[in-house]
T-cell receptor, first 113, second 115 residues
Framework: GENVEQHPSTLSVQEGDSAVIKCTYS??????FPWYKQELGKRPQLIID?????GEKKDQRIAVTLNKTAKHFSLHITETQPEDSAVYFC????????????FGTGTRLQVTL | SAVISQKPSRDICQRGTSLTIQCQVD?????MFWYRQQPGQSLTLIAT?????????ESGFVIDKFPISRPNLTFSTLTVSNMSPEDSSIYLC????????????FGPGTRLTVL
């Protein structure tokens, strides 16, 4: 089935710097790639997603890029703030399905002052 | 998005017992899913709750252990049966508002501890 690998597992950046998290997937037919943010003790929240017909999508300080040839997509957070500290998960559709998701292992982002 | 609630929010149970978790949505949704998130881990899909028919389980999960109901388009239950300490986890429901590759939104989760 679809396999999603996520790197790094932990990331520490200074406030104001940028953070980049990368995921690779195995199924070339995958066409939807969401990113979730999970704060401690809270539910995962969808923060941005991208579909395979575009290469980049931006929402204020957050952007996602997709490279279909290389089968990877990345989350970019610019001008990081302490409230960006959380665990971030990427996801992709399970092989052969349109609606089920398989998740990456997560990246714990810490933004230090 | 939709407003999703889960009951209970947390519970502590004895091994060998069963717990039923409820998921309620404030609007009709096409797809409902159940996930497990073990401490410090990622989310693993348990099953898709199908309205009016049996749930569709992912590899490693079986109906006898995790029976699921979905009597209508806004409500689903997940039962964790014959619990053991290894079942200690957070259980989350999620919904998709339309079919196909669409956004999934998560409920607040149920934190289960099995002693």
């Amino acid at each position: 089935g679809e396999n999603v690998e996520q790197h790094p597992s932990t990331l520490s950046v200074q406030e104001g710097d940028s953070a980049v998290i990368k995921c690779t997937y195995s199924d070339s037919a995958s066409n939807y790639f969401p990113w979730y943010k999970q704060e401690l003790g809270k539910r995962p929240q969808l923060i941005i997603d991208i579909r395979s017909n575009v290469g980049e999508k931006k929402d204020q300080r957050i952007a996602v890029t997709l490279n279909k040839t290389a089968k990877h997509f990345s989350l970019h957070i610019t001008e990081t703030q302490p409230e960006d500290s959380a665990v971030y998960f990427c996801a992709a559709p399970l092989t052969g399905t349109a609606s089920k998701l398989t998740f990456g292992t997560g990246t714990r982002l810490q933004v230090t002052l | 998005s939709a407003v999703i609630s889960q009951k209970p929010s947390r519970d502590i149970c004895q091994r060998g017992t069963s717990l039923t978790i409820q998921c309620q949505v404030d609007s009709q949704v096409t797809m409902m899913f159940w996930y497990r998130q073990q401490p410090g881990q990622s989310l693993t899909l348990i099953a898709t709750a199908n309205q009016g028919s049996e749930a569709t389980y992912e590899s490693g999960f079986v109906i006898d252990k995790f029976p699921i109901s979905r009597p209508n388009l806004t409500f689903s239950t997940l039962t964790v049966s014959n619990m053991s300490p290894e079942d200690s986890s957070i259980y989350l429901c999620s919904v998709a508002l339309a079919g196909g590759p669409n956004e999934q939104f998560f409920g607040p989760g149920t934190r289960l501890t099995v002693l």
